[in-house]
């Protein structure tokens, strides 16, 4: 298996058929070549690799994410939960957000963390 088909099958796995389906369909010539490369690196080489189990993974991002204040922490908030992470481990992640990149950072990632762990309760 080459590095696109296993990051595909990873992303897919962490993140879900609907967005993965969605991602890929709404793919234009401006970023066809982005979406492979993102696949390629970031799930088939980063995602793939045995040094984190995924749950851990998640956690990471989820972390860096909330840190940087990044509206792609939504993804990863709801990826938690396919890739076995807690909501208690999700908001353990964002308060070492609070102390290591600030309370503002931190309270925008609460913010998003209830707004996703809200919505999927009632799904």
């Known amino acids: 298996m ?16 609907a967005h993965v389906d969605r991602a890929t369909a ?3 010539p ?5 979406q492979r490369f993102i696949t390629e690196v970031a799930w088939g080489t980063l995602w793939a690799r045995d040094g984190l189990d995924r749950r851990t993974r998640t956690l990471v991002t989820v972390a860096i994410l909330g840190a940087l204040g990044r ?5 990863h908030l709801r990826a938690a939960q396919r890739t076995g992470a807690t909501l208690r481990e999700v908001q353990e992640a964002i308060l070492h957000v609070a102390v290591y990149a600030g309370l503002p950072a931190a309270h925008r990632a609460m913010e998003r963390a209830k707004k996703v762990f809200d919505a999927d309760a009632h799904e």
């Open 71 to 75: 509206d792609e922490i939504d993804l």
């Open 2 to 17: 080459d590095r696109f088909e296993r990051g595909m099958q990873v992303r897919r796995e962490v993140l879900g058929d």
């Open 26 to 28: 709404e793919a234009t």
């Open 30 to 34: 401006i970023d066809s070549e982005f």
